[in-house]
């Protein structure tokens, strides 16, 4: 029978020669994850199992994000928690401060998630790894925890829905923008509890660094998953990282999908979502003008190497507007030190940006960058929820990052071909 | 099973960043938790909510974050069920798994008012309206959601998935 990716991977982990969509399976998993929020809650209830051991410790990993460095005692006292849990239970794959980076981003680097796995986190954009062709999903604490005892997790096999991307993006118009503009269009519950299936020649075009943003959005529309077939991209990104072995798989011709949509990748603009909803987006044209008080970039959306290098075309010997402020976080140490060798840090200091660590920090309000009352940032995250990166009635934009390059030089939300006129060399 | 409360009713799209500010994710205290629930969204809403008290919300209430906070904080204020047009997937999971029931009803969305009393019958899929007479049928909970709850939740299921394997 024909299946999509998303089922033929699904069907794998429960040994079945076929799924079906609605169909609950208890499936076994390849890998899972929990950060420094969840992590404490999914130990709680990992412990309350009366299991002495994870299931498998090499395919557990635990990775300090969010609030780190810690940020205050409270914070400090929930990283403990992990640590200790860590050592007692001698788990291989800890990332605590300096080896750490944003749990996605780090986890696909580090070669964790490849082509075919099902693989679990307990952080709602676990979906990024889709795009390896990988079956990802986020799930909360008490899943993680069931996963992390049994090396199972039940699901409901979703329906599919592929995006059929036809021809190429133009200079400035990043996955992001597609991503985004796919949102626009199809709502923030677009695809609630579905899989989105990405296809067709705009992708080819695409890197990696790219494809995991579009993937790592998906459950902004509200889907389980965000997958793409792996071709020769995802295996040059991918073999020299690979840790197991991995699996091939691609939708069959015939297969049952819910909807087929098209999409003209070569006319999409250059957008931005408009508070408070990722679903509010508009061409970036359309609110240029609006003046902000700080630009963010990083995050698992958008804190990879080439976001980087966007931002540093726009940045390169020009200066941070006065009344705005920039922050650029690295997503990972490596992203960092690519960043370092490239000269690309040298920029964004000279323009007078602020860069940290890896964290997720400002995009959850956390800190290291959390707004006051009536500011408004340009951020490359991926939420712009009310309160979000702060006070209640903060505002944020979300944006690639060559605009939030571009509005932290003129100080105002802004188009980057308002800097600079040539395309971006990524 | 039927639950009787006080109707709080909320809109669509319902977030978890509203529903627990991440600023707010350094415990899992669940007292400490329900003390900020709602804050971005109504800062007044938390004092008005009584034990008991039942919310009904539009589409998609829980999108957002996998923060399994969010539903601890509601179900630590005493709300004993919630009521939407429909749920975000995670925010589904994590209810269930922490033992607090969802129930599906656009129908009950759109008839019943902020502070009506109501009945959730949760077995029978039922929603009555004591205010206006009105009564809306509800999605039924799938069998699998169901035994969830009869377990208590994730962990008693894991329990009982183990107990069956040994046997
Ligand atoms: S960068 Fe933002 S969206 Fe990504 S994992 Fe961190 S908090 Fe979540």
Known sequence: MSMTITEKILAAHVDADEVRPGEIIDCRVD??????????????????????????????????????????????????????????????????????????????????VGPGDVFVGADSHTCNQGALGAFATGVGSSDLAAAMALGRLWLRVPETVKYVLRGKLQPWVTGKDLILA????????????????????ALAHLSMDERFSITNMAV?????????????????????????????????????????????????????SVPSSPGNVVPVREVAGVKVDQCFIGTCTNGR???????????????????????????????????????LIQIFLDAGGAISTSTCGPCIGGHMGVLAEGEVCVSTSSRNFIGRMGHRQSQVYLSNAGVAAASAVLGRLAHPDEVVRAPVPV | MTIRGKAHKLGHHVDTDVIIP?????????????????????PTLRARIRPGDIIVAGENFGQGSSREHAPIAIKALGVPCIVASSFARIFYRNAFNIGLPLVESADAYAGIEDGHEIDVDLSAGRID??????????????????????????????????????Q
């Open chain 1, 182 to 201: 796919i949102i626009g269009r199809i709502g923030v519950d677009g695809a609630r509890y579905g899989a989105m299936e990405f296809a067709g020649e």
């Open chain 1, 220 to 272: 902004e529309a509200g889907a389980k998953n965000g997958i793409m077939e792996p071709d020769d991209v995802t295996l040059a990104w991918f073999r020299p990282r690979a840790r197991r072995s991995s699996a091939m798989y691609r939708s069959d011709p015939d297969a049952n999908y819910a909807d087929v949509r098209d999409i003209d990748a070569s006319a999409l603009e250059t957008v931005v």
């Open chain 1, 31 to 112: 890998f899972v994850f929990a950060n420094d929020i969840t992590a404490p809650l999914a130990i709680q209830e990992f412990q309350k199992m009366d299991i002495p051991q994870v299931f498998d410790p090499d395919r557990v990993a635990f990775v300090f994000d969010h609030y780190v460095p810690s940020k205050d005692i409270a914070s400090a006292q929930q990283c403990k928690i992990t640590r200790d849990f860590v050592r007692a239970h001698d788990l291989p794959h800890f990332y605590d401060i300096g080896r750490s980076g944003i749990a996605h981003v780090l986890l696909a680097e580090e070669g964790f």
């Open chain 2, 22 to 42: 991440a600023r707010y994710l350094v415990t899992n205290d669940p007292a400490e938790l329900a003390r900020h629930c709602f804050e971005d969204l109504d």
């Open chain 2, 129 to 166: 309206d004591h205010s206006t007479g009105g009564t809306f049928v509800s999605t039924p909970i799938p069998d699998f959601m169901q035994r969830l709850l009869d377990a208590g939740g994730i962990v008693g299921y894991v329990h009982a998935q183990r107990a069956q394997r040994k």
């Open chain 1, 305 to 343: 190497i080439e976001d980087l290098r966007m931002a540093a075309t726009v940045l390169a010997g020009r200066k941070v507007h006065a009344e705005t402020r920039l922050l650029v976080i690295p997503a990972t140490p490596r992203i960092y030190r690519q960043a370092l060798e490239e000269g």
